[in-house]
């Protein structure tokens, strides 16, 4: 499983499909399309435009909160929150090849992610966000901390968790240290595609 995701950004179809464009130009692996308040016709127009590209560029393509569609439009899976229904009827629908990932913020979340067998976590914020709109409390660093060593002392097997919300380049070697897998980044990456070597590099030899 790659160790970077670029989640889209952007407020109209045109922004969306260009952020992404960029990302793929600049080597991302793995897209989430996310885009919140769209309406739903351009919003399947650009899930079905961002799967084309991404089987393209032979990279990984996950919808945000829409089962039936990333179905629907054969995508690599979904990514649900923790109001978004759950995980197992998401395996239901989509069958067990698909990648499914859930959102969390406390342990609890995180506890009952790894009981739902999702394939990865999205934990954060790790910081203040101007992405979403409903912040969920930030973790900083020592949130990450106190999960992962709670889940070490115990011996629960650490899932794939992926750092998320205001990520930066700069992050990437705490984040390693503490235990996290990846990292979901959104701003930075849509401000400046041409880091996404950089966060390649980090992650490889951090």
Not at 55 to 79: F, M, P, R
Not at 110 to 125: A, F, H, K, T
Not at 163 to 174: H, M, R, S, W
Request: with cysteine.
């Amino acid at each position: 499983m790659e160790k970077l995701q670029y989640i889209s950004q952007g407020s109209t179809h045109q922004e969306q499909e260009l952020n992404i464009r960029k990302a793929l130009d600049n080597g991302i692996k793995w897209i989430q399309v996310r885009w919140k308040n769209a309406p739903e016709n351009e919003l399947i127009s650009l899930c079905e435009i961002s799967k084309q590209l991404c089987s393209e560029y032979q990279s990984v393509c996950i919808i945000n909160d829409h089962v039936q569609l990333s179905k629907n439009i054969d995508a690599d899976g979904v990514h649900l929150g923790l109001n978004d229904g759950s995980v197992e009827e998401a395996r239901l629908i989509l069958g067990k090849n698909k990648i499914i990932g859930g959102t969390a913020n406390t342990l609890s979340d995180v506890l009952q992610r790894i009981n739902e067998s999702c394939d990865y976590i999205g934990l954060g914020p790790l910081r203040f966000t101007s992405t979403k709109e409903k912040l969920s409390p930030i973790l900083g660093f020592e949130g990450y901390q106190e999960i992962i060593s709670h889940l070490q002392e115990k011996s629960t097997e650490i899932p794939k968790i992926f750092a998320i919300g205001g990520v930066t380049l700069e992050d990437i070697t705490l984040l390693q240290q503490i235990g996290i897998y990846g990292v979901s980044v959104s701003g930075q990456i849509t401000n400046q595609p041409s880091i996404i070597n950089e966060f390649k590099k980090a992650m490889i030899y951090a």
